[in-house]
């Protein structure tokens, strides 16, 4: 799905990528921004997707050896999943962004504050049935020592990256703490990543169960309601397109 702003070069395309996640389908929805100079994803999806997003790049003419950065909202395993592919397919060289806070994440310093004792014991015991004990101790594995990349380039809350007629960084803590969401200037696009979520054709707050500190990210909404958007993208979910966004959002924060 892409959003073309007027009299402007750069696209906007949201991505569909679709996998069988433990015992379900399960999709998410990468960005990409591109003009004839530069091509930008947001977010890389799970580990193992990387023909997934050759596949959704194809739709738009685009390969991986197009890609010339890749900015990371956060440091979860399902935005930093094909990273250290991307970066090894690559002819060109892609340039990783990401906020200070989320840095040492992403780079395998610190282990991602999500990958606990507790959630390890529970991604186990939701293993389906009748997997064979490879399969599972891959899995396992993979969470234990989850991707990792360098990031060439820290960015921060207000910078206006001059990258297809200009991506507005935002700092939308609480999701994790150094979570960033962008905004695309030329087609009013607001990229939430996982600061928002649609469910039911709703736009909704932040997933409880999946951030860190509910409060935090409260004020990080509260904060998105001062952009002028047209379009919403949100990594789980996927397209929202409301004349009353603002008015959503301060909803949301309030709630």
Known sequence: MNINPSNHESR?????????VMGKTEVIHPVLIHDR????????????Q???FAEALSLYGLGLQD???????????????????????SKRGIEVMASAEEKPYIEGEKMILKITPEALAAAEAMIPPGVSDAWKQAFLSMLKNPPKSPVHRVIHDGQILPLCGGIEVIATSG??????????????????????RVADGRLCGPDPDQTLDMERAKASVKKLADYDIETVICYHGGMYQDG????????LAAG
Do not use: C, W
């Open 175 to 196: 999701h994790t703490p150094g979570h960033i969401s962008l905004y695309h200037i030329p087609s009013k696009t607001l990229i939430a990543a996982d600061a928002l």
């Open 12 to 20: 906007i395309h949201m991505l569909e990528i679709a996998s069988f």
């Open 67 to 89: 890609v010339t950065q890749v900015i990371i909202t956060h440091q979860d395993l399902d935005h930093i999943g094909n990273l250290p592919a991307m970066l090894e397919q």
């Open 244 to 251: 009353n966004i603002s008015q959503t959002l301060r909803k």
């Open 37 to 48: 100079e530069r091509a930008v994803l947001v977010d890389a999806g799970y580990p193992g």
């Open 50 to 52: 990387i023909a997934k």
